[in-house]
């Protein structure tokens, strides 16, 4: 049963004027890190994904980004590819059980991601 869902669509241009303290307290060191090792507007993209990932997950667990913590999330790729929330004590006390799919996808001037929990309980702690 889908017990959550958020949705969440960013200007990539938006995060591209981000100042490095900005994107510091918005953003896991790991992915700061990968953006790093990428070609700018690559890195622009990548990070404008990861944060619309970020609202889309405060959306769908019914807290909001700032309870999150952003910076504390962090959004990793499998060896294929698919994004998913890399779970830390915080995050699993939030999911209470549930279980989190993450989808995101870019086109320039956009980023977005969707989250769907499933599993657990209905509605926010």
């Not at 622009?44 to 952003?70: D, H, M, N, Q, T």
């Not at 830390?88 to 549930?98: I, P, V």
């Amino acid at each position: 049963m889908i017990t959550g869902l958020g949705v969440d669509v960013v200007n990539i241009g938006r995060i591209a004027s981000l100042g490095e303290g900005v994107k510091r307290r918005l953003f896991h060191p790991a992915e700061l890190a990968e953006a790093a090792s990428m070609e700018s507007s690559a890195a622009v993209s990548y990070l404008s994904g990861r944060f619309a990932s970020k609202e889309a997950l405060g959306k769908a667990l019914g807290c909001g980004l700032a309870a999150l913590g952003p910076s504390t999330v962090h959004v990793g790729r499998s060896e294929d590819g698919r994004p998913y929330f890399v779970l830390t004590e915080k995050l699993t006390n939030l999911l209470a059980g549930r279980s989190i799919l993450l989808s995101i996808s870019h086109d320039d001037p956009v980023a977005m991601a969707t989250v769907i929990l499933t599993g657990g309980h209905d509605g926010p702690q």
